[in-house]
């Protein structure tokens, strides 16, 4: 994977950076306030803040708040929190909700992480649905070769039974 580059060519977020920081939290990819808010380079507070200055903008379905166990599994997950010392659970935005964001901060950096981010969910989207593409050609593959072997064992099982009295078996296959 490529890293994203502003106008002037310089590497702003590197793809793997980003993949990353996509979450499946509540069956949804989704990536944390905290994470966001390293990205765009701003506090985590100021970005949350923004959020609830245009709180219309973001239903349910764009950003939710983790709840206290969501945020224990998460925690879990990580080696180390980089969560420590905040007083309620995070906010977790989906591609929407990501989307949403370039229109409540207003900074170019803001615009253009919002670009990385969007075409990292379109890859990630991309390597899920040539995953699935995969798995079906190969439960394709092992029906067919299914049949085939059931031909094969069938042969086998003949040739493993003990020959019946009087009848010769014939020599070969």
Do not use: C
């Amino acid at each position: 994977m490529a890293s994203k580059r502003s106008d002037s060519g310089e590497v702003l977020v590197p793809d793997e950076r980003i993949m990353q920081l996509i979450r499946l939290v509540r069956g949804q990819k989704a990536i944390l306030d905290a994470d966001l808010a390293l990205l765009y380079e701003v506090e985590t507070r100021v970005l949350v803040q923004a959020v609830k200055r245009n709180i219309k903008r973001f239903p349910g379905d764009f950003m939710f708040q983790l709840s206290k166990e969501e945020l224990g599994n998460l925690r879990s997950q990580s080696v180390t929190s980089s969560w420590g010392g905040r007083r309620y659970p995070p906010y977790a935005f989906t591609e929407q909700g990501v989307a949403m964001l370039s229109s409540v901060l207003h900074s170019d950096r803001a615009i253009t992480v919002n670009i990385a981010i969007m075409r990292a969910f379109v890859q990630l989207r991309e390597i899920i649905s040539s995953n699935a593409k995969l798995a079906r050609r190969l439960e394709q593959l092992e029906q067919k070769y299914d049949t085939q072997f059931k031909v094969v064992f069938e042969a086998i099982r003949e040739l493993m039974k003990p020959p019946e009295p009087g009848k010769k078996r014939p020599i070969g296959f």
